[in-house]
């Protein structure tokens, strides 16, 4: 066996650039709209109105027990019996956050709950505007707790995506696919893929430590 | 919004019997695989390389490279790789050999941390007295571990009994590729992954419910530093 990168680089713009692209596109997208989105969902589980209180868990348990393989399917061909068709990269973001938004909500509530209710409490008695007080004294100590288990899931969201191409959309994962079905070369392509996946991972480990360090918490390394 | 048929769920669920033993059997094969691996790399780690660094370095490559890329690009390496390397290999064996080589790495950390948990000072004690490095380990300091590992090794089970629907993509006729299949032939897509919802939501449920049990259980367990 003899490996031949030609294959790789005679195709690198127009499969593993636009693809590395589109991979980019719904990760990001899909890793914002899930974390905006657990910011409510989340403070929903804490309501004090139990309908809010069991719709919010309720839906935190489909999303964490249905597997991120089947939402795509759902946003990209289930959608469709509702009327709604959806532009690939648009249903992959779907798919993508509705896998991540229920462990997202979770750690974001672990994160709250782990501030002390003292605190809201010394807050109050030093006049300290509650708007203030969430943003200077709470935040910055619920994302302490919460950014690791955090990450851990958007690095989960980046590696979930690869199933995106599995369903038909063109991302890195389905672009080498399709290569691979034209070639035939899949150690080749495979390999350079893997590297692809590396260095986003890479990228996302060094925002996580620079946020933990701007925190001014020890970083701890997770993957 | 179309019209939903519950015919075609009563009649189409009977064929997925085969697809749910197919998932499980997958997720326990792989689950028993890793758990063994897992287990044996972080002794190499912890015990045996505790003076060869470049062993260490090795576990810690391979440890970082399979928790960064994605499952489904290890499955397709040992489905589509494999055979052009000359190595003959069916699908579900495809499967369980990219499960195993991702999630062996995922359990080498839950291992290696709960050695982390367990003082240094036990190994020497039980040094002083004489017992052996391998009673060591069983009667000392797996019992330890145990409390410590549960909780994350029950949510790894969790994620990983969720992931094997990424074997479909390699013609596995798990729990997906069986929907996929059936997709294919009537034209239902909603009412298919309708019921591929409600078989993942029930196997994953399980161990979600092992989960709160676990950390109720093992949660808030601390090392007690005399």
């Known amino acids: ?223 | 919004m179309g019209h939903f048929e519950w015919n075609l769920i009563l009649e189409y669920l009977p064929r997925f019997k085969e697809a749910v033993i197919i998932t499980i059997g997958v997720f326990l094969a792989v689950l028993v695989i890793t758990t063994v691996l897992g287990l044996l790399l972080a002794i190499l780690y912890k015990v045996v390389f505790k003076k060869f660094w470049i062993g260490r370095r090795v576990i810690d490559l391979y440890s970082w490279i399979f928790r960064s890329i994605p499952e489904l690009i290890v499955l397709l390496f040992c489905y589509l790789g494999l055979p052009k390397m000359g190595i003959g290999i069916a699908p579900i064996q495809a499967a369980i050999l990219g499960f195993s080589i991702t999630g062996t790495a995922y359990e080498f950390e839950i291992f290696s941390a709960g050695f982390e948990a367990i003082d240094s000072g036990q190994y020497l004690a039980c040094r002083a007295l004489g017992i052996p490095m391998t009673r060591t380990l069983t009667r000392i300091v797996f019992p330890q571990m145990l409390r410590v590992i549960t909780p994350s090794y029950v949510t790894y089970a969790t994620g990983a009994s969720k992931r094997t629907s990424a074997a479909s993509a390699i013609a596995v006729n798990e729990i997906m590729g069986m929907a996929k299949k059936i997709m294919t032939t009537t034209f239902r897509p909603f009412e298919t992954i309708f019921i591929a919802m409600i078989l993942y939501a029930a196997i994953c449920s399980i161990f979600m419910i092992l989960e709160v049990l676990a950390n109720k259980k093992y949660g808030n367990y601390v090392r007690k530093v005399s």
């Open chain 1, 1 to 223: 066996m003899n490996l031949d990168f030609s294959v790789v680089f005679d195709n690198f713009a127009d499969y593993f650039v636009r693809g590395t692209i589109n991979t980019i596109i719904i990760v990001g997208a899909s890793m914002l709209i899930s974390l905006v989105l657990a910011i409510p969902f989340g403070l929903m589980r804490e309501s004090r109105f139990f309908p809010i209180r069991w719709f919010s868990g309720a839906f935190s348990w489909i999303t964490r027990a249905i597997p991120a393989m089947v939402f795509l399917y759902f946003a990209y061909y289930g959608l469709v019996f509702f009327g709604v068709s959806l532009n690939p990269i648009v249903a992959a973001i779907v798919g993508m956050t509705l896998s991540g938004v229920g462990y997202n909500m979770e750690f974001f509530r672990s994160g709250l709950k782990a501030v002390d209710i003292g605190q809201y409490d010394a807050c109050k008695s030093l006049g300290i505007s509650y708007g203030h007080t969430i943003k200077k004294v709470v935040l910055p100590q619920a994302l302490r707790v919460a950014i690791p288990p955090l990450f851990s899931n958007l690095n989960l969201i980046l590696k979930g995506s690869s199933l995106a191409g599995v369903v038909g959309i063109s991302e890195l994962t389905g672009l080498s696919n399709k290569l691979i079905s034209f070639t035939y070369r899949p150690i080749e392509i495979l390999l350079v893929t893997a590297v692809i996946y590396l260095v986003l991972n890479s990228i996302l480990i060094t925002i996580e430590k620079a946020m933990l360090k701007r925190l001014d918490y020890p970083t701890v390394s997770n993957v």
